[in-house]
């Protein structure tokens, strides 16, 4: 069993940035491959980024592509969205998931992961 929980939303200009930040408790985080989804008020949980196991690999909605990155700190049990050129699009709650079967890989839709955090808001407005 895996506990994730976000943190690091708020409210931030266009343009601004953000870090976003999961961690995750459990003895088996290290070999999950994670990754981050939001969800606008009326609108379907989208993929935002995934990050296998190792870190080495990445992969990005076209949406985010150039403007967020995805890392993992699997020493501490973390992994992180770092969020610049932010538009008012990208308003939603961000979660961190994590799926806990082995390979690496990556999904892109919700129901391919296993676990979840409760969510961190993200408001971009002037």
């Known amino acids: 069993q895996v506990q994730l929980r976000e943190s690091g939303g708020g409210l931030v200009q266009p343009g601004g940035s953000l870090r976003l930040s999961c961690v995750a408790s459990?003895?088996?985080?290290?070999?999950?491959?994670m990754g981050w989804f939001r969800q606008a008020p009326g609108k379907e949980r989208e993929f935002v980024a995934a990050?296998?196991?190792?870190?080495?690999?990445?992969y990005y909605s076209d949406s985010v592509k150039g403007r967020f990155t995805i890392s993992r700190d699997n020493a501490k049990n973390m992994v992180y969205l770092q969020m610049t050129s932010l538009k008012p699009d990208d308003t939603a709650v961000y979660y961190c998931?994590?799926?806990?079967?082995?390979?690496?890989?990556?999904?892109?839709?919700?129901?391919?992961?296993?676990?979840w955090g409760q969510g961190t808001q993200v408001t971009v407005s002037s």
């Open positions: 998931a994590a799926d806990r079967r082995e390979g690496t890989y990556y999904h892109t839709t919700p129901g391919e992961y296993n676990y």
């Open positions: 459990g003895r088996f985080f290290t070999t999950y491959n």
């Open positions: 990050i296998v196991w190792t870190g080495g690999i990445t």
